[in-house]
């Protein structure tokens, strides 16, 4: 397969070459030895944790919002014309970074909340908590997953359903044991893909974000900003960590998966 | 009667949920001043437009463009093989195959871009379009198989057997009943692949920081220009737009 050997090589290549950059220092008479002082000096810097914890609660509160939005919209909207489905689904060809923008215009102080409904009592862009940068994958994701349900719930769901009703089965337990299972698989899928997104990506923080903390890729981005060389290490091995975090949530995500399935 | 009017508010309310906050961004790219507490423009311009559209922004516009394009191409062709193979389940053990091919959508691309700059700086690739259509292509191709395999199966191969057993020859059976039947998931792939390039930042940074594509000429001008902003973001909707467009009227399903 051609496609693997792409993926193999480019993406394996960029993997290897993250480390090699993180493992060997630049000095200013080319390359160094070998080392783990780049590692040791990221693992022992207090800013890299905050980012870290900030990064994951991020991804973890704009994925579990984005699922329970659109979980409930699907079930919604299952028995509804294509009218509704298109409408929900407009967000997904929008970029990112263009949601940002939206959420600048209107969210942030002096934006246009705050000029039809008077100063809002809290900040939604570049607040500490990063609720801006949630609000955007939100706005952004939910519509992709609930394309990803819809597309699961097909007609033979219906039938199904229809005939654990004749069975006297109530509402709830039609949720329980018909629909669950038909989209727990696309739902925990996509979950995985927006939270490594949510994890990795920088452009929404820098636009919506706070100055402080800063996200991992934020942090990563820094590093060169502060110090050329010692600085492309730090950033491989922060970039190496946020990759670490991303597939360590999408384990948690399928082995939770897992364990909804034995239940 | 009432659920039908229950549904029509549904529907209200969700185009306003879409189009109000976009429309704001089209107010503000045409708002040369609009200070708080002012709920209307002080005063409409064009001098966001013309920022947009100076040199560095076109440029940027057209090597966005060049590179979704070429890569939804490229991803096209080398996914297909690969989604055929998984789709019909000729794969004894496709997980670690499936694990493998989807495995660039957990890693943040800006860490595969910064990866890949460490060899492209060697091969003259950085800062080049063809150094961006790989980065891209390294995050396209997962996307582009994910959706293509559904078009694949024991339906599709039914099919092409039919038409096998009619006398058809390979290119012809390719061309009305393979491509008939599997364009509507191409057309999604199609638009998703270059929907991902499009809005791709942190691969674009980290291999053609000296090529500027147009997330990356947009973002600084959030925090301090929304004028421009908003102009830019227009020029950046706009293909995405058309993309859904070209995308739902090649979906139309011929059988």
Do not use: C
Request: glycine share 8%; aromatic share 6%.
């Amino acid at each position: 397969m051609p496609a693997l050997a792409v993926i193999v090589v480019l993406f394996g290549g960029a993997l290897a070459g993250a480390a090699k950059t993180s493992l060997v220092p630049l000095t200013n008479s080319g390359l160094g030895h070998p080392t783990l002082a780049t590692w040791r000096a990221l693992v022992h810097d207090p800013a890299l944790w905050e980012a870290v914890r900030f990064s994951v609660r991020i991804a973890v509160l704009a994925t579990a919002l984005s699922a329970v939005v659109a979980l409930t919209l699907a079930l919604v909207l299952r028995r509804r014309g294509t009218t509704l489905r298109t409408l929900v689904a407009l967000p997904v060809p929008v970029p990112h970074l263009l949601v940002a923008v939206v959420a600048v215009l209107w969210l942030a102080p002096g934006g246009l909340a705050d000029r039809i409904f008077g100063a809002l009592p809290f900040d939604l862009v570049r607040d500490r908590a990063g609720v801006g940068i949630v609000l955007v994958y939100v706005y952004k994701e939910a519509p992709f997953l609930v394309l990803l349900l819809l597309a699961a719930m097909g007609r033979g769901l219906a039938d199904r359903e229809e005939a654990t009703a004749v069975l006297g089965a109530s509402p709830w337990q039609r949720v329980r044991w018909v629909i669950w299972p038909a989209v727990r698989g696309p739902l925990v899928v996509g979950s995985i893909v927006v939270a490594a997104f949510a994890m990795g990506a920088f452009d929404v923080p820098l636009a919506v974000g706070p100055n402080s903390p800063l996200t991992v890729a934020e942090y990563a981005q820094q590093a060169t900003a502060n110090d050329v060389l010692a600085g492309e290490g730090l950033q491989a091995a922060a970039l190496l960590v946020t990759a670490g975090v991303s597939m360590l949530l999408a384990m948690i995500a399928v082995r939770f998966a897992k364990d909804v399935q034995g239940g | 009667m009432a659920e039908r009017r229950l549904q029509r508010a549904a529907a209200v309310l969700l185009a306003g949920a879409f189009a109000l906050p976009l429309a704001a961004i089209v107010v503000r790219a045409f708002a040369d001043a609009w200070r708080a507490p002012a709920i209307v423009p002080q005063q409409l311009g064009l001098r966001g437009i013309r920022e947009a559209l100076s040199g560095a922004t076109l440029e940027a516009l057209t090597n966005s463009l060049v590179v979704a394009g070429v890569v939804t191409a490229i991803a096209l062709v080398i996914g297909w093989p690969a989604a055929r193979v998984l789709g019909e389940r000729r794969l004894r053990r496709p997980a670690p195959v499936f694990l493998l091919l989807a495995l660039p959508l957990l890693v943040p691309s800006y860490a595969t871009g910064e990866g890949l700059t460490e060899w492209f700086l060697r091969i003259g690739l950085i800062d080049s379009l063809p150094g961006l259509v790989l980065a891209h292509l390294v995050l396209v191709l997962p996307y582009v198989i994910l959706v293509l395999i559904a078009a694949f199966g024991p339906p599709l191969t039914a099919l092409e057997e039919m038409g096998r057993s009619q006398g058809l020859g390979t290119l012809s059976r390719f061309r009305l009943v393979t491509m008939p039947a599997v364009r509507p998931t191409l057309a999604a792939a199609a638009f998703l692949g270059f929907l991902v390039s499009w809005s791709e930042y942190g691969s674009s940074l980290a291999v053609g920081g000296g090529r500027p594509m147009l997330p990356v000429v947009l973002l600084p001008f959030v925090r301090s220009d929304p004028q421009v902003a908003s102009a830019i973001s227009l020029l950046f909707l706009a293909p995405a737009i058309g993309a859904l467009l070209i995308a739902s009227r090649a979906s139309r399903s011929p059988l």
